[in-house]
């Protein structure tokens, strides 16, 4: 079915909106009409889609890279970022009620950590619905998380950040007619359908999940669009190094270490530095030292031979994607999850922050370079997230979802 309304909301965050882009490509391709509600800073990317961008004001840092992530995370912090998201997640709904509310939308596509806005439009309007998950999802019999969330301290739930998270909540609900709907029922509201741009072989307990769930794996659309990078003719390997678009506590520590451990390899060694980070912080650098405070990702993936990341889901899946075997270094606990299956997989490395030095880091590094068991695995999956086209499938599922509405 085709030239349908179909409304995203997003995140305000690159690994939630980047695997959504060629999804949305895809659905104007057919015919559709998408109106794309997301946070102005993402604005050119999603028009160039050819989605009506309905943009809105961030409450959260328009650039992440520049706020550091501490090290240890606290319950103070996991109650104040509670409330920061939703109040992001809520920015752009009054705009949304005004101008959707005029042109009736058939669907909403919402992401799993943005989704408030869009959820609660579509139980005012009684709209189908379709959720977006850029991470590991739970079934009823399988959650990632649990091992995690036996680690750590939840906050109080008499923090006074969690009451204001209850109270804004409450109010929203009861300001748009859903009075009789409470928070929890809110939140914990089971979906009919969810996109996971996670690859199946990569999702532990893939089996424990039903046909509401559809692993379409990483969306990688136009590389172009991210801007091109152009490999030196020097002959050398590429090794890209990068933390994402999050800035973290220590950066320029990690950093420094990379480049202890790469600089004097045969490499050409491409150093995307984030916010937090100059180059004036890591001295003097030799000609096959690129540095930069953004690179474009996947063109560098393109050519690259090794990556050391963050364990981010997003860089991991574009990582494999390329056939590009990580070594990762987890910053947080979901991104621990990640480095565990990475490495479970035999699929990379994974190296504790605490563990990091530039030796430890140089011998992942090279070890991977060496280990063709490893490669042959990330070329099998690599073939496979291809074989799935994840944006097509995607397209499919939420145009399978509007004819069943």
């Given at each position: ?42 604005a050119?990317?999603?028009a160039a ?25 606290t ?15 809520f ?11 005029e ?46 969330a ?209 030796e430890?880091?140089?011998?992942a ?16 999956l ?16 939420i ?7």
């Amino acid at each position: 079915m085709s030239g349908r309304h179909i409304a995203f909301f997003n995140y305000a965050a690159h690994g939630h909106v980047n695997p959504t882009l060629p999804v949305v490509a895809e659905l104007v391709r057919r015919g559709n009409r998408v109106t794309y509600v997301v946070a102005e800073q993402f604005a050119d990317v999603v028009a160039a889609t050819g989605a009506d961008v309905l943009p809105y004001e961030s409450v959260v840092p328009k650039s992440w890279n520049t706020v550091a992530i501490p090290s240890k995370i606290t319950g103070d912090d996991m109650a104040e970022a509670a409330v920061n998201h939703l109040a992001e997640a809520f920015a752009p709904l009054d705009a949304a009620d005004k101008r959707l509310g005029e042109d009736r939308p058939d669907l909403m596509v919402y992401d799993a950590f943005g989704y408030a806005s869009g959820r609660l439009l579509a139980r005012k309007w009684q709209l189908p619905t379709v959720l977006t998950a850029t991470t590991f999802v739970v079934s009823e019999t399988c959650n990632p998380y649990a091992e995690l969330a036996a680690t750590m301290s939840p906050p109080d739930p008499g923090h006074p950040a969690l009451a204001r998270h209850r109270e804004l909540l409450r109010s929203t609900l009861d300001a748009h007619g859903l009075g009789d709907l409470s928070n929890e029922e809110f939140t914990g509201a089971a979906e009919e359908r969810t996109i996971a741009f996670v690859a199946p072989e990569f999702q532990p307990g893939t089996e424990t999940f039903d046909e509401r769930h559809v692993f379409v794996g990483p969306c990688i659309g136009d590389r172009a669009l991210q801007g091109q990078w152009k490999r030196p003719d020097d002959g050398r390997p590429v090794v890209l190094v990068a933390l994402g678009s999050f800035g973290y506590e220590n950066q320029a520590a990690f950093y420094r270490d990379a480049l202890a451990a790469l600089a004097d390899l045969p490499w050409h060694v491409v150093m995307s530095l984030g916010g937090l980070v100059t180059p004036e912080d890591l001295g003097p650098l030799p000609p096959h030292v690129e540095v930069a405070p953004w690179v474009p990702q996947l063109s560098v993936l393109a050519h690259a031979s090794a990556f050391v990341s963050h364990a981010g889901m997003g860089s991991t899946m574009e990582s494999l994607s390329y056939g590009v075997p990580p070594v990762v270094v987890p910053r947080t606990g979901e991104q621990d999850l990640v480095a565990a299956r990475v490495a479970e997989l035999g699929l990379g490395r994974a190296i504790e922050p605490d563990a990091l030095n530039a030796e430890v880091l140089r011998g992942a590094v090279l070890g991977l370079a060496e280990d063709q068991e490893t490669r042959a695995r990330v070329k099998e999956l690599s073939a496979s997230i291809a074989a799935r086209r994840g944006p097509a499938l995607a397209a499919d599922t939420i145009e399978a979802r509007l004819a069943a509405s």
